[in-house]
């Protein structure tokens, strides 16, 4: 116990061979920490700027720190003295400080940063076969750096101001996605093919639904696991498509059993597809699908349907395990179902039967 003076008592218990048991004393000597406290702020936007990198360097004493969401750090270290304090964030430039830590003291840390570049835009998006603009339209701006979530106005324009300079991806649902490049201030025309593509580089508007109490759909880079010494989840996106996003069921990583499909299904929706006018719109998907271990034959199942709005046709219905990434191959729609302004795909895996990976 500590006793009210500071005093630490530490006893020595004799063993049951005997032995002299013994009462310590010891009187500690705290030292206390030298602290670094602050708010970094955009010097462009003047808001808070959310995860940079604070980092305390010399003498063996480093200390990282990474700012929240209101841009406020809080760290510090043990020892005194002089140190160098490096504030980095990708999209800005880096600053150093040689600051004085004294124990017992807070050094505060209040500064701005700047971008490496920012530009003033307005912009507008169009239809490419039309040259018709996209009125009041929900899309998306992408970078290494940055993501923008936007909406046109009624004549299909937007405007950014102290927007990050670089490559952007640009996707809206109902549109193929478009490179865009940032390197000035003024107008930008953003033209848009018309059809239904999805490498979930972006976040396009899908939806999920699940009775299984584990292996969830989710968006994410895929995290590898193995069973029988054969990949299960696959440690990589399908390499033919952007960026390394994908829908996966359940991606904690670890054993193969932590998260995969158990007991009950998971369903991935797709935002609404207008068809009605088209006259022989065609599917296609990568798909990666394993069942296996536990005993006797593995007796799960993979299926793929598309819906109209009031019909509904199975288009795929997989039951063979693969360690691989699998092509649909071309699918008519209309061969299976009637085209209508509400089309839906559903991708669907339940655990029918527990007791085998999923």
């Given at each position: 116990?500590?006793?009210?003076?500071?005093?630490?008592?530490?006893t020595?218990?004799?063993?049951?061979?005997?032995?002299?048991?013994?009462?310590?004393?010891?009187?500690?000597?705290?030292?206390?920490?030298?602290?670094?406290?602050?708010?970094?702020?955009?010097?462009?936007?003047?808001?808070?700027?959310?995860?940079?990198?604070?980092?305390?360097?010399?003498?063996?004493?480093?200390?990282?720190?990474?700012?929240?969401?209101?841009?406020?750090?809080?760290?510090?270290?043990?020892?005194?003295?002089?140190?160098?304090?490096?504030?980095?964030?990708?999209?800005?430039?880096?600053?150093?400080?040689?600051?004085?830590?004294?124990?017992?003291?807070?050094?505060?840390?209040?500064?701005?940063?700047?971008?490496?570049?920012?530009?003033?835009?307005?912009?507008?998006?169009?239809?490419?076969?039309?040259?018709?603009?996209?009125?009041?339209?929900?899309?998306?701006?992408?970078?290494?750096?940055?993501?923008?979530?936007?909406?046109?106005?009624?004549?299909?324009?937007?405007?950014?101001?102290?927007?990050?300079?670089?490559?952007?991806?640009?996707?809206?649902?109902?549109?193929?996605?478009?490179?865009?490049?940032?390197?000035?201030d003024?107008?930008?025309?953003?033209?848009?093919?018309?059809?239904?593509?999805?490498?979930?580089?972006?976040?396009?508007?899908?939806?999920?639904?699940?009775?299984?109490?584990?292996?969830?759909?989710?968006?994410?880079?895929?995290?590898?696991?193995?069973?029988?010494?054969n990949?299960?989840?696959?440690d990589?996106?399908?390499?033919?498509?952007?960026?390394?996003?994908?829908?996966?069921?359940?991606?904690?990583?670890?054993?193969?059993?932590n998260?995969d499909?158990?007991?009950?299904?998971?369903?991935?929706?797709?935002?609404?597809?207008?068809?009605?006018?088209?006259?022989?719109?065609?599917?296609?998907?990568?798909?990666?699908?394993?069942?296996?271990?536990?005993?006797?034959?593995?007796?799960?199942?993979?299926?793929?349907?598309?819906?109209?709005?009031?019909?509904?046709?199975?288009i795929?219905?997989?039951?063979?395990?693969?360690?691989?990434?699998?092509?649909?191959?071309?699918?008519?729609?209309?061969?299976?179902?009637?085209?209508?302004?509400?089309?839906?795909?559903?991708?669907?895996?339940?655990?029918?039967?527990?007791?085998?990976?999923?």
């Open positions: 116990p500590f006793l009210p003076s500071g005093n630490q008592l530490v020595n218990i004799p063993n049951t061979n005997g032995g002299t048991g013994k009462l310590f004393v010891f009187t500690p000597t705290f030292k206390r920490a030298a602290y670094l406290e602050g708010q970094l702020l955009d010097g462009c936007t003047n808001q808070p700027v959310a995860g940079a990198t604070v980092q305390i360097s010399g003498n063996g004493t480093p200390s990282t720190a990474i700012t929240d969401n209101s841009g406020s750090i809080k760290t510090g270290i043990a020892a005194s003295g002089t140190f160098l304090v490096t504030i980095s964030k990708a999209g800005y430039i880096t600053q150093t400080k040689n600051l004085n830590f004294t124990p017992g003291e807070v050094t505060d840390l209040n500064i701005s940063l700047e971008r490496n570049s920012a530009f003033n835009v307005t912009g507008k998006l169009v239809n490419k076969n039309t040259g018709l603009s996209l009125a009041n339209t929900a899309f998306s701006l992408k970078s290494d750096v940055q993501t923008y979530q936007l909406q046109t106005n009624a004549s299909g324009q937007f405007n950014l101001t102290c927007m990050f300079g670089g490559n952007y991806r640009v996707g809206t649902w109902g549109y193929l996605v478009e490179n865009a490049v940032i390197n000035s003024g107008n930008l025309t953003i033209s848009l093919q018309p059809g239904y593509y999805d490498d979930y580089e972006l976040d396009l508007g899908w939806t999920t639904a699940a009775t299984a109490s584990a292996g969830l759909w989710e968006l994410g880079e895929p995290v590898g696991t193995t069973l029988s010494g990949p299960s989840n696959p990589l996106d399908v390499p033919t498509d952007n960026g390394d996003q994908c829908y996966v069921t359940g991606n904690n990583g670890g054993s193969v059993g998260d499909v158990d007991n009950g299904s998971v369903t991935l929706n797709s935002p609404v597809m207008k068809l009605a006018a088209s006259n022989d719109p065609v599917l296609t998907f990568n798909y990666w699908f394993v069942n296996g271990g536990g005993g006797g034959n593995p007796n799960d199942h993979f299926e793929v349907k598309v819906s109209n709005g009031t019909q509904t046709a199975t795929l219905n997989e039951t063979a395990s693969a360690s691989q990434w699998r092509f649909s191959g071309e699918i008519h729609l209309k061969d299976h179902i009637a085209l209508t302004d509400n089309m839906r795909v559903q991708f669907i895996t339940a655990d029918d039967a527990p007791g085998h990976i999923v």
